[in-house]
C-alpha cells in the first residue's frame, strides 16, 4: 500500500521575502470567479480551502481577528480506519490589525491557491505550495505585533463508541453501526516541547485491520496484506524565528515585529513511536529549510498557471451562466486541492470537513463542531466518488486520477484472493463501499455475518462500479496514448471479466444468467441480469480487444471475445402509462423500451439504471442508432433527478436534449453547501455538473470529436477541452455557431464535425 510520507510546513513569513502573484496568461477567465468577502468570520463555518492535492486546509478568520488553520490529509487514517485532521492552528496577533477596519478584505484567489487578508496596508497570505508539502501564511503589519501560535489538540481523552449515539444519527459513525461496543478511539500524543519547536502527534497503537479480515472470513490472508493502519502516525511540529515555546502547544515571539515567521511542519509515516516520527519528521524539516522561499512561490505560480491552462469552460450569455461559469471553476479548483495524494477524494465533503451542526436531539459524543466528523463515515462509495473523477479526463488532469486509480490497482491481488477464497473461481470483484485496501465495512458485511455475502441489502450484489474503473482508465488512455494506462488496466480489467465468466451459470441459450444480482441500488432484490452489468461489458470489451496486441495475449483476447458472446442481450421492454413498468410488463403499444433488468421487483432507492446506456457506458447517443429509444426510456425513467448522482444532465447531453441538459446543469452548479463559503457541496454534484456541461459542448466516439451536441444557442463559451489521440479543441461558441476554433494537433480537424444548435 502506498505511503505519502511527504510534510506539511507552515511558514508565516514578510511579505517582501517574495514575489507577488500574476494572473495566469492562457486562461483569463479563472481571476473573475475569485470569493471576496469583507466580514471577519465567526468559526469554521466560515472558512475559504486552499490545498496542494495532498494537504488542504480550512482557513478562516474569527471576531478578535485570530486566523485559523484546520489541516487535513490524505493519509491521516486512525487506528479505526477514519481520517482525522493531523491537527488545528490558531495564530494570535496583539494588537490585531484586522478587527476595526473598514477596509477588510478576504480574497479566495484560484489563480494562485492562496486566501489573502487586507485591511488598509496590513497583509495576511496563506497557501499551501503546489509542490512542496508546505502552507505558507505571510503577515506583514504597519506597526510591530506579537504573534501567539497554538497548536490546538481535540483528541485528548481515550473513549469507547457511543452506540446509542451511532443509532441516533446513523450516518457520522456509518461503519460501525452495529459494533458491539468494543471500539475504542486514542488520543493524541502531546511530545514535550523541544529545542522551541511543539509537536503533536497520533500514533496508532491499535489496529481495526485485523478484526475486519477476521470477521470477514479471510484470516488466513492476513500473512499476506501487510496492515496499513498500524503504527501510523500523522501530526505536526511548529517553530519559528523569533518564536520561543510557552508551554507544550504554544509558541510565542520573543519581540514584537512588522514581520513574523512561524513554520508548522506534518508527516504521516509509520514508525516504531512519537519520537521516532519526531526524529524523521526533525531530518525532513531540514531538507524543507533548505528551499528559498522565493524560489517556491515561483514555482508554485507555475503550478497553477499550468493547471489552469490545461482546459477551461467559460460560460456567459444569461443569468444562469455566470453561476455556472463559477461552479465549474471552482469544482475543479477544490479537486486540484486534493486530488493527489495517498487515496482518493472523499464524495462526503473531500478533504475539508469542519463538523457539523446536527439537529436537536441528535447530539452524539463528538459530532457537533467535531472536526473529525464525517456524515456517512470513511470508506469509499464508487457510485459516489466515479462523478469526481470522470471529468478530469477531458478536463486533462491526468495526474488527479491517479490515486482513484491506485486504489482499484493495488486492491486488486487482494480482490482476487478473496473472491478465490469466497467463491473458488478466477476473478475479482470489488464492493460499492470499502475502506481504502479493498474490503468492505464491518456495518455492510455484517459483525456477526457467517455467510459471504454482505448483509446490507442496500449493496449485497453491487459490483458494476469497477466496469466504470476500466471505462476511466480507458478514457485516459485513449486520449493520452501513455502505454502506462493500457499495461494497467489489462490485467484489472481481465481480472472483472473473470468474475462476470465464471460466477454465474448459463442459461439453456449458453447465455450467462446473472443472479442473485442487483440493479444499482435501486432493485436490490429479485434482480435478474441487469443493465448497467450488461451495458459495461457490452462497453468495455470491444474496447480491450481494440487495444494494440502487444498490450494483451491472444489468450486474453479469447477469452475476452467469448465472454462478450455469451453476454445476455440488454433488457427491453415497453411502457406502462408512459413509464417504465413497475414490473416489467409494459402496455401492448407501449413505446419500446430499455428495461434496468430482465427481472426486478420493487425499487429501494432513486437511480434509473436502464440509463447506463447512455452514460457512463455510451452505447446509445448523438450519431449513433437507435437515438430516439433511449430518448423515449429517458422519457419513461421513474426517478427524475437533476442533482448527485442522478446523472440526469450527463444523460439528457449524450442524448442531444439541449432544454433537458441547460437545465439541469444550472441546478447542478447552484445546489450549494450551507456554509459560507457555498460551494462545500457534495463533491459529485460539482462533478457531475462538470461532466454534462463537457458533454454539452463535445463528445468523442473513436476518433470522432462530435462539438455543440447539447448547446442552447442563447449560450456563449470560451473553452478548451482534451480529445482522444493527444488533441485539444480550443474555440469561442456565441449564437449557436463556433469561431476561433483551434484543433492541436491539426490533422485531427478532419474528424471534428459540429452538431447545429438548438433546442429539444
Not at 450484489?461 to 482508465?473: A, D
Amino acid at each position: 500500500m502506498r505511503m505519502n510520507s511527504f510534510p506539511i510546513v507552515l511558514i508565516l513569513l514578510s511579505l517582501t521575502a517574495i514575489a507577488m502573484a500574476a494572473p495566469s496568461d492562457g486562461n483569463p477567465f479563472i481571476a473573475g470567479n475569485d470569493v471576496i468577502w469583507t466580514t471577519l468570520g465567526t468559526n469554521e463555518n466560515d472558512s475559504m480551502p486552499i490545498g496542494n492535492g495532498d494537504l488542504a486546509a480550512n482557513v478562516w478568520t474569527e471576531q478578535n481577528g485570530d486566523i485559523v488553520l484546520l489541516i487535513a490529509k490524505s493519509d491521516a487514517w486512525s487506528e479505526n480506519g477514519e481520517l482525522l485532521k493531523p491537527g488545528r492552528v490558531r495564530v494570535h496577533l496583539d494588537p490585531n490589525p484586522f478587527t476595526s477596519s473598514a477596509s477588510f478584505i478576504q480574497t479566495l484567489r484560484l489563480e494562485t491557491g492562496d486566501v489573502e487578508l487586507r485591511a488598509g496596508s496590513n497583509f495576511a497570505r496563506i497557501w499551501v505550495d503546489a509542490n512542496y508539502p508546505v502552507v505558507h501564511v505571510q503577515v506583514q503589519t504597519e506597526a510591530p505585533v506579537q504573534v501567539k501560535a497554538t497548536s490546538e489538540v481535540w483528541r485528548t481523552k481515550e473513549y469507547s463508541l457511543d452506540t446509542q449515539a451511532i443509532n441516533q444519527t446513523g450516518l457520522g459513525f456509518f461503519e460501525w453501526g452495529d459494533d458491539p461496543g468494543s471500539l475504542t478511539f486514542h488520543p493524541d500524543t502531546i511530545l514535550q516541547s523541544k529545542d522551541n519547536r511543539v509537536s503533536s502527534c497520533h500514533f496508532n497503537t491499535h489496529s481495526i485491520y485485523p478484526m475486519v479480515f477476521e470477521k470477514e472470513h479471510l484470516e488466513s490472508l492476513l500473512p499476506r496484506y501487510p496492515d496499513p493502519l498500524m503504527h501510523r502516525c500523522f501530526g505536526l511540529t511548529m517553530k519559528g524565528d523569533n518564536l520561543a515555546s510557552s508551554d507544550n502547544q504554544t509558541l510565542k515571539s520573543l519581540k514584537a515585529s512588522r514581520s513574523q515567521q512561524l513554520d508548522i511542519y506534518a508527516l504521516t509515516e509509520q514508525t516504531e513511536s512519537p519520537e521516532a516520527w519526531r526524529a524523521d519528521l526533525d531530518k525532513k524539516i531540514k531538507k524543507i529549510d533548505a528551499i528559498k522561499i522565493s524560489n517556491a512561490w515561483t514555482a508554485h505560480e507555475h503550478w497553477w498557471k499550468e493547471f489552469w491552462n490545461r482546459s477551461w469552460i467559460n460560460v456567459t450569455g444569461t443569468p444562469d451562466t455566470e453561476k455556472v461559469a463559477q461552479g465549474y471553476a471552482m469544482q475543479r479548483y477544490l479537486t486540484a486541492c486534493a486530488g493527489r495524494g495517498a487515496q482518493p477524494i472523499k464524495f462526503n465533503e473531500s478533504l475539508f470537513t469542519v463538523g457539523h451542526d446536527l439537529p436537536p436531539g441528535t447530539v452524539p459524543t463528538g459530532a457537533n463542531h467535531d472536526p473529525d466528523y464525517r456524515a456517512w463515515g470513511a470508506c469509499f462509495w464508487n457510485q459516489d466518488t466515479r462523478l469526481i473523477y470522470y471529468p478530469l479526463i477531458a478536463a486533462g488532469d491526468y495526474d488527479l486520477l491517479e490515486p482513484w486509480f491506485d486504489m482499484y490497482l493495488e486492491a486488486l491481488p487482494l480482490e482476487k484472493a478473496r473472491t478465490e477464497a469466497y467463491y473458488h473461481h478466477d476473478g475479482a470483484y470489488f464492493p460499492e463501499t470499502m475502506y481504502f485496501w479493498g474490503l468492505p465495512n464491518l456495518h455492510d458485511f455484517g459483525f456477526n455475518n457467517p455467510t459471504v455475502e454482505l448483509q446490507t441489502p442496500w449493496i449485497r450484489y453491487h459490483i458494476q462500479g469497477t466496469l466504470e474503473i476500466i471505462t476511466q482508465i480507458l478514457d485516459a488512455y485513449d486520449n493520452t496514448r501513455d502505454s502506462r494506462y493500457a499495461t494497467e488496466v489489462v490485467p484489472f480489467a481481465d481480472s472483472i471479466i473473470a468474475f462476470y465468466a465464471n460466477h454465474w451459470p448459463r442459461d439453456p441459450n449458453g447465455k450467462i444468467h446473472m443472479a442473485p444480482v442487483q440493479s444499482l441500488e435501486t432493485y436490490e432484490v429479485d434482480a435478474v441480469n441487469p443493465t448497467p452489468d450488461i451495458a459495461g461489458l457490452k462497453s468495455v470489451i470491444p474496447r480491450l480487444l481494440a487495444l494494440p496486441e502487444k498490450f494483451t495475449s491472444s489468450e486474453q483476447r479469447n477469452f475476452w471475445a467469448k465472454t462478450l458472446n455469451d453476454l445476455p442481450p440488454i433488457p427491453m421492454g415497453k411502457t406502462a402509462n408512459g413509464k417504465l413498468p413497475p414490473d416489467g410488463v409494459g402496455d401492448a403499444d407501449g413505446q419500446s423500451i430499455i428495461l434496468p433488468a430482465e427481472k426486478y421487483g420493487t425499487t429501494h432507492n432513486f437511480e434509473n439504471p436502464e440509463l447506463y446506456v447512455a452514460y457512463p457506458y455510451r452505447l446509445y447517443g448523438v450519431g449513433k442508432p437507435d437515438l430516439q429509444l433511449v430518448r423515449d426510456t429517458y422519457n419513461a425513467r421513474r426517478f427524475p433527478m437533476d442533482r448527485g448522482w442522478g446523472q440526469d444532465g450527463t444523460q439528457a447531453a449524450v442524448l442531444g436534449l439541449v432544454d433537458e441538459a441547460q437545465k439541469v446543469v444550472a441546478h447542478e452548479f447552484t445546489a450549494y453547501g450551507r456554509q459560507q463559503f457555498r460551494w462545500f457541496w457534495d463533491p459529485e454534484c460539482g462533478g457531475s455538473g462538470m461532466i454534462t456541461l463537457q458533454l454539452m459542448l463535445m463528445q468523442c466516439d473513436g476518433k470522432r470529436i462530435l462539438l455543440l451536441p447539447a448547446w442552447p444557442a442563447e449560450w456563449t463559451a470560451d473553452f478548451k477541452l482534451h480529445a482522444p489521440y493527444q488533441t485539444t479543441v480550443e474555440g469561442h461558441v456565441e449564437n449557436g455557431k463556433i469561431t476561433n476554433l483551434q484543433v492541436t494537433p491539426k490533422s485531427r480537424a478532419k474528424d471534428v464535425t459540429v452538431e447545429p444548435v438548438g433546442g429539444s
